[in-house]
């Protein structure tokens, strides 16, 4: 936030989202109070109109947004967009003097078109100013400006909108074309990011629309992503559809118990989206995706359930005094929580699985997806609240029921990350876990993690701290243990028994080495063969060297202190022999250097190896000393 690489971004985002719901709410709550009054337009009808008036754009633009993007110059697309922004607030603020509320609707489509060309630039820029691993913390601020954004835009609209006769709607004006200007200005400071295509744009929005589709179709990696997030749009729209009546009818209260609910939910998504970035340390971790639902899907059965408050409105001050309404706000600060924790890494896995030259028509793609999930959403509660008049606790039961099941089609889809994530939180509710040099482990590509080997926990320590998943090699008398085989298949793990013991089962798990390294995955190998005796590094065997003749990969040495003398370690006796002596203990794991495959004989990994283990045992000596 303090660097121009992302701040001047943030800002300009912040802004534009602050201004997009400042107007709409504005815009809603004039013809609501005072145009329908007035003209006798029918609510209904104007306020659907609305809604469409500014989805539309979204489906017709976004594609040609995305195509922009990619063969633009990213802040400069930014800056002219933001310049529209500034001329229809501009346009805007002469409306509502005359008080053309026609002309009023007419804008909302054109701040909708502006929305549309701007998302797909919003997170493709991103990694063209950020390393991958500060991409999950930006998308974590973004996800956070957005909400607030919201939050603050429909609360300021409030206020605003009370305020009556020309003076109002002078001070409306202003406050639209100052926040215009704010986001111009900031525009200007965000950095070059140059364009990654030079195709000829199509300026038909139909024909590009379904190219776009089409070619996110096509990407398969991509896809289930883009649908995972235009899942969470659509519980988005549902509950924040809904919510006006429940706070009416459930809660017994007015526009301030709205805003507090409101206010809730927004403050759950910030707090989930840094929570996802602390437990991902930047990088992407998939499996945080079905915990994240699971919190919606609980947080979604526990609100529904809520009988209502009092049989009559209550004033803001009767209702903060009732401890049911602050559970209330709890169970909407959880499905926040969750949104925020499923949301951030979807974003993240389709910046950095999009090819660069598309990166902005994926997104595109996912905002065309979005909106027809939000028209689905609002249709979706027509059907369920209108043709089967169903309560709302039975409709809030529903969409807490689509949560959980994304939550378990996700942990079964791919299990593996999910099964990371958890033993990662694990292993540092069990240890003090001091990591360093995880930045060593190559981002992309197969490697090979040599380690000291200590305890039984060692590969669970370093499945959980390394940055990407990992494969890692076994003895099969304990991979093939009735108890736990369920585990290790699903963890990935290789089995392998000794050359001389069985020479056939050597050359298959070489194999399944092999076969994993070239699909370009990490594989882990303790290099001594057996856990220590003695707590010092025994002499690394040749499999390290039969694994590099077949796979020239790089080598990242590792070394773990500070399990020996742990439960699962040989120390005093065999391992599980006796109980833990103590939780929380301090336990330190660094990653050195890679070694290119010529240099990584297993005399220079053994040494590096020692020199690793030597020097965070010093370390921890001068610490303690």
Not at 517 to 524: C, D, F
Request: proline share 5%; charged share 15%.
């Amino acid at each position: 936030m303090r660097s121009r690489r992302f701040a001047p971004f943030f800002w300009t985002q912040a802004f534009g989202a602050f201004n997009d719901n400042v107007y709409k709410n504005v815009l809603l709550l004039l013809i609501t109070f005072v145009a329908v009054p007035d003209r006798g337009w029918d609510a209904g009808t104007i306020n659907n109109l609305a809604a469409g008036l500014f989805i539309l754009p979204f489906l017709l633009f976004s594609a040609l947004g995305g195509t922009l993007a990619d063969n633009m110059d990213k802040r400069q697309l930014i800056c002219r967009l933001k310049w529209l922004e500034l001329a229809t607030m501009s346009v805007a603020a002469l409306a509502l003097w005359w008080q053309a509320y026609g002309l009023l609707l007419a804008l909302l489509f054109m701040m909708g078109t502006q929305s549309a060309l701007f998302g797909p630039v919003k997170y493709a820029i991103l990694p063209q100013h950020l390393a991958r691993n500060e991409l999950v913390m930006a998308n974590a601020w973004v996800e956070m400006g957005t909400f607030l954004a919201i939050l603050l835009g429909t609360l300021l609209a409030a206020m605003l909108a009370s305020m009556k006769g020309s003076v109002g709607y002078t001070l409306i004006g202003i406050t639209l074309v100052g926040i215009a200007v704010c986001g111009l200005t900031a525009s200007y400071f965000v950095p070059s990011a140059p364009a990654t295509q030079h195709d000829r744009i199509s300026w038909r929005p139909l024909s590009e629309t379904w190219l776009v589709m089409r070619d996110a179709w096509r990407a398969k990696q991509i896809f289930p992503a883009l649908l995972g997030i235009s899942a969470f749009w659509f519980l988005g729209a549902c509950y924040l559809t809904q919510l006006p009546i429940w706070t009416r009818d459930v809660v017994s209260g007015g526009e301030e118990a709205f805003s507090l609910l409101l206010a809730a939910f927004a403050l759950g998504i910030g707090i989930g989206s840094f929570i996802c970035a602390r437990l991902s340390a930047g990088r992407l971790e998939i499996g945080l995706i079905p915990i994240g639902a699971l919190l919606i899907a609980i947080g979604g059965l526990d609100f529904a359930h809520h009988s209502p408050l009092a049989a009559s409105q209550l004033s803001i001050m009767e209702l903060l005094n009732m401890a049911h309404l602050w559970w209330m706000l709890a169970d909407l600060v959880v499905i926040g929580v969750g949104g925020g924790i499923y949301i951030v890494p979807l974003y993240t896995l389709v910046q950095l699985r999009s090819h660069e030259q598309q990166r902005a028509r994926m997104i595109a793609a996912n905002n065309l997806l979005n909106s027809l999930f939000m028209i689905v959403a609002a249709l979706f509660g027509i059907v369920m609240l209108g043709l089967f008049s169903v309560s709302l606790t039975a409709f809030f039961v529903t969409l807490s029921v689509i949560a959980l099941m994304i939550a378990v089609g996700m942990a079964v889809r791919q299990p593996r990350p999910l099964m990371r994530i958890i033993i990662f939180l694990l292993i540092h509710c069990w240890y003090r876990l001091r990591l360093s040099g995880r930045r060593n482990i190559p981002d992309e590509g197969a490697a090979l993690v040599v380690c000291n080997h200590v305890s039984f926990m060692d590969a669970l320590v370093l499945g959980g701290a390394c940055s990407r998943p990992l494969r890692f090699l076994m003895d099969k008398p304990i991979y093939d243990s009735p108890w736990m085989n369920w585990f290790f298949r699903m963890a990935g793990a290789i089995p392998v028994n000794s050359e001389r013991r069985d020479p056939v089962g050597m050359r298959r798990a070489l194999d399944q080495v092999g076969q994993a390294l070239e699909n370009g995955e990490v594989v882990m190998i303790f290099p001594e063969g057996r856990l220590t005796r003695d707590g010092e590094v025994n002499e690394f065997r040749r499999g390290i060297e039969m694994v590099l003749q077949r796979n020239p990969v790089p080598v990242v040495p590792a070394a773990l202190s500070g399990l020996w003398g742990s439960w699962t370690s040989r120390r005093d006796g065999k391992p599980f022999s006796r109980w833990p002596k103590r939780l929380r203990a301090k336990v330190s794991l660094t990653f050195g250097v890679p070694l290119s495959p010529e240099q990584a004989t297993r005399e220079t990994l053994e040494l590096r190896v020692r020199e690793l283990k030597a020097h965070i045992e010093g370390s921890s000596e001068k610490v303690l000393t």
